[in-house]
């Protein structure tokens, strides 16, 4: 009997515990929403044709302002593609917000039933206690209660274990992508030709986006962090990393430029890379210690029980 009164408890604490992140992160989709609908007015105002580059990679986008034109770009078109790249990342948080929030929905639904079933168990077992000893319930209240909150601090822990997990899954990938753009920006500027340059972009183009995920993530795991009080002061500033010089202009210095960029950013993930697996060896630790004192609580439980 206690067995499933501890299953249901902790079913209700996750269930508080989702409803909260729920209602955080509909105020930040509400948030983001706004700073996408200026990020829309913004790229409205840059380019005038929008309807012609909403939906298609920043890639393909590049692709159709340079067949339009055949000299350089203007200066209003090089802003459009900086609003482009604003947009694009806004629209990914957007977009991996509600995925959330969908996914939190689908638990919130049971709250009602997992509710029911509890209080029934809960009358049951206290009902049975109270008619061995008042002191007994009383005591099993208290344990209850820490065991309440360990099992909430460890939640917490493996939320912020596994949003570390996640971003360093998306370092690992821009580091990939930036290698990748790095081997082919060397072959290129030893005449690698077209096809050299072609990959070297096309690997760029990845990076960006494996970086607006790092930072999406980086985001999440700060505020999964300041749930058990935890703080980091990480920050990933390559919002636009990419040179675009290198679109519109040959030769070895503007290469030399560009590659340079890549090795910056190179060293910007690596950096981060680091501190991540600081930080993922760290929160191991803390969750291995806090299962350790929730096992302690429950174990006095059974023996108060028994």
Do not use: P
């Not at 206290?126 to 061995?132: D, I």
């Not at 010089?245 to 993930?269: L, P, R, T």
């Not at 697996?277 to 108060?304: F, P, S």
């Amino acid at each position: 009997m206690i067995e499933d009164l501890n299953e249901l408890k902790e079913a209700l604490e996750n269930l508080e515990y989702q409803k909260k992140k729920y209602q955080k992160l509909s105020r930040e989709l509400s948030s983001k929403r706004d700073q996408q609908v200026k990020s829309k007015k913004i790229l409205d105002k840059e380019n005038r044709d929008v309807e012609k580059i909403e939906g298609v990679s920043f890639a393909s986008f590049m692709a159709t302002l340079l067949n339009n034109r055949s000299e350089k770009l203007e200066k209003e078109e090089l802003e459009a593609l900086e609003a482009k790249h604003s947009y694009d990342a806004i629209t990914y948080e957007v977009q991996a917000l509600s995925e959330e929030i969908n996914a939190l929905e689908t638990v919130i639904s049971k709250e009602d039933r997992i509710k029911d079933a509890y209080q029934e168990a809960y009358s049951r077992k206290k009902k049975e206690l109270c008619s061995q000893s008042v002191a007994l319930w009383e005591k099993i209240k208290l344990l209850d209660i820490d065991l309440s909150k360990k099992r909430v601090e460890i939640k917490e822990i493996k939320e912020a274990e596994i949003a570390c997990s996640q971003t360093l899954e998306s370092i690992h990938i821009a580091t990939k992508e930036l290698s990748d753009a790095k081997a082919f920006g060397t072959w290129d500027m030893l005449g690698g030709g077209l096809l050299a340059t072609m990959a070297k972009r096309d690997h760029m183009d990845k990076a960006q986006r494996a970086i607006n995920d790092v930072n999406y993530k980086l985001k999440r795991l700060k505020k999964e962090l300041s749930d058990i009080n935890e703080h980091i002061s990480l920050e990933i500033s390559i919002d636009n990393y990419l040179s675009f010089a290198d679109y519109f202009f040959d030769g070895i210095f503007v290469d030399m430029m560009v590659q340079n960029k890549i090795n910056e950013s190179q060293a910007k993930v690596t950096s981060l890379k680091n501190d991540m697996e600081g930080m993922h060896r760290y929160l191991k630790n803390m969750h291995i210690e806090a299962e350790a004192e929730k096992n302690r609580l429950k174990n006095e439980m059974d023996k108060v029980i028994l």
